[in-house]
Each structure stands twice: as structure tokens, then as C-alpha cells.
């Protein structure tokens, strides 16, 4: 097992790195200090060819200047907060409106778009970036100092894991997350690739993707992956759910929620023989199917990222929770820790 680092381009705060942890069968993960992004991860197929299956970029650049949250870390809240407001003791907080009238995963300089101090570190059993970053008390306008701290960690058993922590020194809101962008084909589409997500119900949304606070059984609905279903299979049907957001980009309700840690979903490409399981002790998976990529922004190589292109696979709390009593709790009380894991195990078949 091995860690290599190299200059990896400049950002508004400073030159940024990018690590690459390889390990003793060849799976091969970079990640950079800039937004925590995953910038690729390299597995075999079955027939032991290698390949890249997340889409990202070249330079640090192309980070700084492109939106749609390439492989990044995001907070201090991932997903939608309906109208950027929410009450906590009794204050209102005014967020930042930066996805129509709502906020999105964090704000307009979020944990994505900062520069995280990086620590390198080897075992004989795993390879370890550790992230950590101080949100100042207001930044985006969220309350308390937050000490937040990522672990990368790269096995021989083929996964990476990602271990989230954080604290703060008065009562706040967190829903961290990983925002990459998944193809295990390596390329083309992710309609063929067979999903089985393991939730008995979702949060619908209104037009606006913000949680109507309902829990749907996915039961008789094109939302019901409890078995292996190709994500292009019903993603046309005529379904309201499906029509507001041009495909999949809804939460998951997980199963097994007092399970310290559950699969949440399993992904197979029946060309390249890849799976990919994904673990988490968060009680929510965001499924997005890639509906908003439109060939205008070209990723690695100057392959053109085109609709329906790569899936993201967000383990979280739910979106807009703090305006919903009924959904789990997302504040973090000062002197108290959130502590969140997600796993993601890549084999072959």
C-alpha cells in the first residue's frame, strides 16, 4: 500500500494538493484538499482491467470554476433547506438562497468550495487522509464554531471509507455528505446499471424538491429498488415524482435504522461485471441519477458529462429537516459530536 502527493493547481486560498492512495490490488483513490473532492477511484473489471468510475476533473481549476459539487465533501447541511430558513431555540436563521428561492448543500462557500488541511498517514492495514476544517461561527450564516473532520481511509478489502466528525461550541445544524458523481462502466450511460436500494418508503417532494414531510411507501412506484431494478427501467414513466425532477433526485428512508451500520444500496454494471455497496449508519441515501448534466461542462480527458451519465449516492439525514419535526434530528448540541460513516465496497461478479 502507498501514498503519493503532487501540486495539484491554484485556489482562491491557496495551492492545492492531491493525493492518491493505492492499494495492494491496484484500487487506486485521489482525493484533493480543495472541497475534499474525490477525484477519482480506480477498480478493476471482471476481467481485471482497470478503470476509473467517478466523473471529476483534471485540475484544481476546473474545480474553483465549475459547479455541480464534483466528488466534494458537502456541508454544513447537504441537500435543501427549504426557503434557507429554519428556527433553532427559538432564533431564525436566514441562509443563503442559492438554489431558486432555497439552499443547497451548504451555501454559496461551503465546505465544497474551502481548502481543507490535509494529514497523510500509512498503517499496515489502511491508508488515511485526514480533512479538517474550522467553520467560524456565521459563516454562511449558521450558528456556532464547527470543527469539522473528514477521515479517507482506503483497505485491501477494496473499499473506501469515509468516517465524518464534527463539534461545536453552540447548538447548530449538520448533514454532511460525499457528492460523488458514480458510472461503474467507466464511461457512457447509467441507465443499464441495476439499483437495489434498501428502503421501504422515500420523502416525495413539491415542485421545488423541498420534502412535502410525507414518508411514501415505494410500493406499486417507480421508486420501489427493494429489488435489483436497471435505473433506466421505469425513469420515463409517467410519475409526478419523476416529472419534477427529470428522473431520480429523491432521500431514501434506509431500513434497518437502529442498525449501527446497514447497507443502504448495491449497484451492478452487467458489462464490466462491477458492484459497488454502499454502508452507512445515516438514516437517508440520496439517489440522483445525473438528470441536471447537460454535455455543457467536459470533465477529464474532455469527455463531455451528458444526462444520465453518472448517479450519486448520497448517504445523509434528510433534506429540510429542520422544518420538519416528523424527520430525524439534525442539530448538533454544543459539546456533543456527530459521528457518521459511509463504506463503499467495490467488487466483481
Given at each position: 500500500m502507498r501514498i503519493t502527493q503532487r501540486a495539484f493547481g491554484k485556489t482562491p486560498d491557496g495551492d492545492a494538493t492531491l493525493f492518491t492512495f493505492t492499494n495492494d490490488n491496484g484500487v487506486e483513490v485521489s482525493i484533493t484538499n480543495y472541497g475534499g473532492a474525490i477525484t477519482s477511484i480506480v477498480v478493476p473489471d471482471r476481467a481485471g482491467k482497470l478503470g476509473d468510475v467517478v466523473l471529476g476533473y483534471d485540475s484544481v481549476e476546473e474545480y474553483v470554476e465549475h459547479p455541480r459539487f464534483m466528488g466534494a465533501l458537502i456541508g454544513r447541511y447537504a441537500n435543501r433547506i427549504a426557503h434557507g430558513r429554519f428556527s433553532l431555540n427559538g432564533v431564525q436563521y436566514q441562509l443563503a438562497q442559492n438554489n431558486g428561492a432555497n439552499h443547497l448543500h451548504g451555501g454559496i462557500k461551503a465546505f465544497h468550495k474551502v481548502l481543507w488541511n490535509a494529514e497523510p498517514d500509512k498503517s499496515d492495514h489502511e491508508l488515511t487522509l485526514r480533512l479538517t476544517y474550522l467553520s467560524k461561527d456565521g459563516e454562511e450564516n449558521y450558528p456556532g464554531n464547527l470543527s469539522a473532520r473528514v477521515d479517507y481511509v482506503v483497505n485491501n478489502r477494496d473499499e473506501l471509507e469515509i468516517r465524518y466528525e464534527a463539534t461545536t461550541d453552540k447548538d447548530t445544524i449538520i448533514n454532511l455528505t460525499n457528492h460523488s458523481y458514480f458510472n461503474l462502466a467507466g464511461g457512457s450511460s447509467i441507465l443499464d446499471h441495476e439499483l437495489m436500494i434498501n428502503a421501504d418508503a422515500f420523502t416525495p417532494v413539491s415542485e421545488d424538491l423541498?420534502?412535502?414531510?410525507?414518508?411514501?411507501?415505494?410500493?406499486?412506484?417507480?421508486?420501489?429498488?427493494?429489488?435489483?431494478?436497471?435505473?433506466?427501467?421505469?425513469?420515463?414513466?409517467?410519475?409526478?415524482?419523476?416529472?419534477?425532477?427529470?428522473?431520480?433526485?429523491?432521500?431514501?428512508?434506509?431500513?434497518?435504522?437502529?442498525?449501527?451500520?446497514?447497507?443502504?444500496?448495491?449497484?451492478?454494471?452487467?458489462?464490466?461485471?462491477?458492484?459497488?455497496?454502499?454502508?452507512?449508519?445515516?438514516?437517508?441515501?440520496?439517489?440522483?441519477?445525473?438528470?441536471?448534466?447537460?454535455?455543457?461542462?467536459?470533465?477529464?480527458?474532455?469527455?463531455?458529462?451528458?444526462?444520465?451519465?453518472?448517479?450519486?449516492?448520497?448517504?445523509?439525514?434528510?433534506?429540510?429537516?429542520?422544518?420538519?419535526?416528523?424527520?430525524?434530528?439534525?442539530?448538533?448540541?454544543?459539546?456533543?459530536r456527530f459521528q457518521e460513516l459511509a463504506v463503499f465496497r467495490f467488487s466483481v461478479e
Open positions: 423541498i420534502p412535502t414531510g410525507e414518508q411514501r411507501n415505494v410500493e406499486g412506484t417507480p421508486m420501489d429498488f427493494r429489488s435489483p431494478q436497471k435505473i433506466g427501467a421505469r425513469i420515463n414513466e409517467p410519475y409526478d415524482q419523476l416529472s419534477f425532477t427529470g428522473g431520480y433526485d429523491h432521500n431514501f428512508v434506509l431500513n434497518d435504522a437502529d442498525s449501527a451500520l446497514k447497507l443502504a444500496t448495491r449497484v451492478y454494471d452487467p458489462v464490466s461485471g462491477r458492484k459497488l455497496e454502499v454502508l452507512t449508519t445515516q438514516p437517508g441515501l440520496q439517489f440522483y441519477s445525473g438528470n441536471f448534466l447537460d454535455g455543457s461542462l467536459e470533465g477529464k480527458g474532455g469527455v463531455a458529462y451528458q444526462k444520465y451519465s453518472a448517479m450519486c449516492l448520497e448517504t445523509q439525514h434528510f433534506p429540510d429537516s429542520p422544518n420538519h419535526a416528523n424527520f430525524p434530528s439534525t442539530v448538533l448540541r454544543a459539546g456533543e
